[in-house]
């Protein structure tokens, strides 16, 4: 919905806040659009998992959707609460393109701590599956193999060679599962054991494929059993599933569990398409991380949600709970830093579920977007009162593309002093922190270069 006004000073101001306020009042008892969730656990639309701990930091690595970008998201924390975007050297869909490549973009990495120390990542290029070494978490990367993939689009043209996972077992022999359908229909999971180098295969590859498999295979060994999970259904939709089956031995056979699946949409919990997980252990609990679409569903905006994982005492994975306020590892995100209470409005917003209050809310699974017709998009808040701020963080809904923007400061709402400028030179990330100390009641962004297919974005806006 268009506001009319076009700067944010006049006195249709007042009737902008109003509205701002019904919205975000309305939709707060909407499941997952409540203030302070825990879930989504990004800010911003990402998919396909993986995460690594190193030397007291985490790292999880994902799709950037829709469909992919040019290269992977790597988000970095040391609590588990806050991360921080990085964007890797490599993989680049530049640097694994080859002969037999396809289309696709970056996709699905899996990285591993390797016996030797060194991290190695599998990703899906091009529908083929390339590795990479790195002696850090962050890089910088490079392929081992040089300018070829580990397993080409045309290792089987009836099969889709995307989504590769390593597994390091007990005695640290490596392997590797891949493989997915075409076009939504069921595909083929294949597995070898990894030579040493992580990048070739010692011995012949195996299908493994359970029932119910379409792609994403990860395995999870507790009590010397082989848990080979892996989704089905169709992503775009609400059929996107995780299901399980259970070997003696890594390389299979695996039989199906009976209650698998294990994560299914629960449209009452406004949970929808959960699947592409990875498991992980922290403090002696496991959990599942993974994406399910955003709210309200659009097929392509997934987000990174994590909730806990169990295993019963007869050896069966507990159905898993899809939540929106999140275990306690991610819980009380913000602790003790409160941030300056304030209200938001806007020049615009796209509709009622992206008005300007969102980026108040501490929930990434809501934001601010401004309307595709609005020449001049700005935000701005207001402060009870005259405040201090010390410094701000900006969580753009797309902290992977160059932002163009002013900030500005004013005592009275009327003049206004610029405290940042990216209008000429762009800033990305997420956050973006700025540390500049101002004496103001309202800040305001106004955006520059915004076309109508890509309106600007943001999930929160922080002042201390």
């Known amino acids: 919905m268009k506001i009319t006004i076009r700067h944010l000073r006049t006195l249709a101001l007042a009737a902008a806040l109003a509205a701002a306020l019904a919205t975000s009042s309305a939709f707060a008892s909407i499941p997952g659009e409540q203030p302070h969730s825990g879930n989504p656990i990004l800010p911003g639309y990402y998919a396909d998992p993986a995460i690594v701990s190193y030397q007291g930091n985490h790292y999880i690595y994902a799709t950037i959707d ?14 588990f609460k806050n991360w921080k975007l990085n964007l890797l050297n490599w993989p680049t869909k530049t640097a694994c393109t080859g002969p037999t490549s396809m289309g696709a973009m970056v996709w699905a990495p899996s990285v591993v701590q390797g016996t030797d120390g060194k991290f190695y990542m599998h990703v899906s290029v091009g529908s ?74 010692e ?16 395995v999870l060994k507790q ?28 390389l299979g056979p695996f039989e199906e569990a009976s209650n698998s699946p294990i994560l299914v949409t629960d449209h009452s919990r406004n949970v929808s398409s959960p699947g592409h997980h990875t498991v992980f252990e922290k403090d002696g609990q496991h959990y599942i991380l993974y994406h399910r679409h955003n709210i309200p569903f659009e097929p392509v905006h997934r987000q990174i949600c994590v909730d806990e994982l169990n295993v019963t005492p007869d050896g069966l994975i507990e159905t898993v709970t899809p939540t929106h306020r999140g275990p306690e590892l991610v819980a009380n995100r913000l602790g003790n830093n409160t941030s300056i209470p304030a209200s938001a409005t806007a ?33 701005q808040l207001e402060f009870d009162s005259i405040s201090q701020v010390s410094h701000q963080e900006l969580r753009p809904t797309f902290g992977w593309k160059e932002q163009r923007f002013i900030l500005e400061s004013s005592l009275d709402g009327t003049s206004w002093v ?18 500049e100390p101002v004496t103001c009641k309202f800040l305001r962004i106004q955006f520059v270069d915004a076309a109508a297919e890509n309106p600007p974005s943001l999930i929160e806006w922080l002042a201390y």
């Open 418 to 435: 610029s405290v940042a400028d990216y209008r000429q030179s762009p800033t990305s990330g997420s956050p973006i922190t700025l540390i």
């Open 128 to 201: 083929e599956v390339w590795v990479g070494v790195a002696e850090h978490p962050l890089g910088p990367w490079e392929n081992p193999l040089g300018d070829r993939p580990m397993i080409s689009a045309d290792f089987n043209r009836e099969f889709h060679m995307i989504d590769a996972q390593a597994f390091i077992d007990d005695d640290g022999s490596a392997y590797l599962y891949w493989g997915s359908g075409w076009n939504w229909v069921n595909g083929a999971c294949f597995a070898a054991k990894l030579a040493p180098d992580m990048a070739s295969f």
């Open 66 to 79: 829709p469909w992919g970008g040019e290269q992977l998201s790597c988000w970095e924390s040391s609590d």
């Open 223 to 250: 009590n010397g059993k082989y848990y080979l999970m892996y989704s089905d259904g169709k992503t775009t939709i609400d059929t996107y599933q995780v299901h399980y089956a259970i070997g003696d031995s890594p």
């Open 347 to 379: 020049s615009s917003f796209r509709d009622e579920r992206t008005a300007p209050n969102h980026v108040l809310d501490n929930n990434y699974a809501t934001r601010w977007q401004a309307a595709s017709d609005d020449s001049e998009p700005a935000i």
């Open 203 to 218: 011995g012949e590859v195996k299908n493994v494929t359970p029932p119910h498999y379409f792609e994403a295979p990860v």
